[in-house]
């Protein structure tokens, strides 16, 4: 598998990882509880720990293939400039967003870092960690979609080597 093709699915195969993870801690909780009768009293907090990335990385995926919150009932009703207008402004929102989740979680995790999870004996700072790590994953697979976006027209300010609705209705009137 080349590095191209890693970088493309991070977040699939990182996601991956940690849900197996997840998975079978949690087995292995329900079998040292059920059988055992000795419960681990460290497999709760890892779970919660590997569910926050887990949970954040299936955000980062839904941008990557555009299947984050789209308002489709009032985006659909829009054609032409208006729906270049909507997703323009739509995409601003989203920018928007995730500099603030990028932002307001590192201030959060500096604030966090200097305590404890009590089980796992490791800093506050690798559960809230999550969220400006994973936000700025999400900004950079948003600026791949953008650029998408944007050759292909979707935007108010289109690339001049796409011609428009409206460019394509003043050749078709010339002719």
Same mark, same amino acid.
């Given at each position: 598998?080349?590095?191209?093709?890693?970088?493309?699915?991070?977040?699939?195969?990182?996601?991956?990882?940690?849900?197996?993870?997840?998975?079978?801690?949690?087995?292995?909780?329900?079998?040292?509880?059920?059988?055992?009768? @000795?419960?681990?009293?460290?497999?709760?907090?890892?779970?919660?720990?590997?569910?926050?990335?887990?949970?954040?990385?299936?955000?980062?995926?839904?941008?990557?293939?555009?299947?984050?919150?789209?308002?489709?009932?009032?985006?659909?009703?829009? @054609?032409?400039?208006?729906?270049?207008?909507?997703?323009?402004?739509?995409?601003?929102?989203?920018?928007? @967003?995730?500099?603030?989740?990028?932002?307001?979680?590192?201030?959060?995790?500096?604030?966090?870092?200097?305590?404890?999870?009590?089980?796992?004996?490791?800093?506050?700072?690798?559960?809230?960690?999550?969220?400006?790590?994973?936000?700025?994953?999400?900004?950079?697979?948003?600026?791949?979609?953008?650029?998408?976006?944007?050759?292909?027209?979707?935007?108010?300010?289109?690339?001049?080597?796409?011609?428009?609705?409206?460019?394509?209705?003043?050749?078709?009137?010339?002719?």
């Amino acid at each position: 598998m080349n590095i191209k093709r890693i970088l493309d699915n991070l977040e699939e195969i990182v996601g991956a990882i940690l849900f197996i993870m997840m998975f079978a801690i949690l087995v292995a909780q329900i079998i040292f509880r059920q059988i055992f009768d @000795s419960p681990l009293v460290w497999s709760e907090e890892l779970a919660i720990l590997l569910f926050t990335y887990v949970g954040m990385l299936g955000v980062s995926i839904g941008i990557k293939y555009r299947q984050h919150v789209f308002i489709d009932f009032l985006y659909n009703k829009f @054609s032409g400039k208006g729906l270049k207008i909507a997703n323009t402004f739509i995409q601003s929102v989203v920018f928007i @967003s995730l500099v603030a989740m990028i932002q307001i979680g590192y201030k959060l995790f500096l604030r966090k870092k200097i305590f404890q999870l009590i089980a796992l004996k490791i800093s506050a700072g690798w559960m809230y960690g999550a969220l400006p790590l994973i936000a700025t994953l999400m900004l950079i697979r948003f600026f791949q979609v953008l650029r998408e976006d944007y050759k292909e027209g979707k935007f108010i300010i289109s690339p001049k080597h796409i011609e428009t609705e409206s460019d394509e209705k003043v050749v078709s009137k010339e002719c």
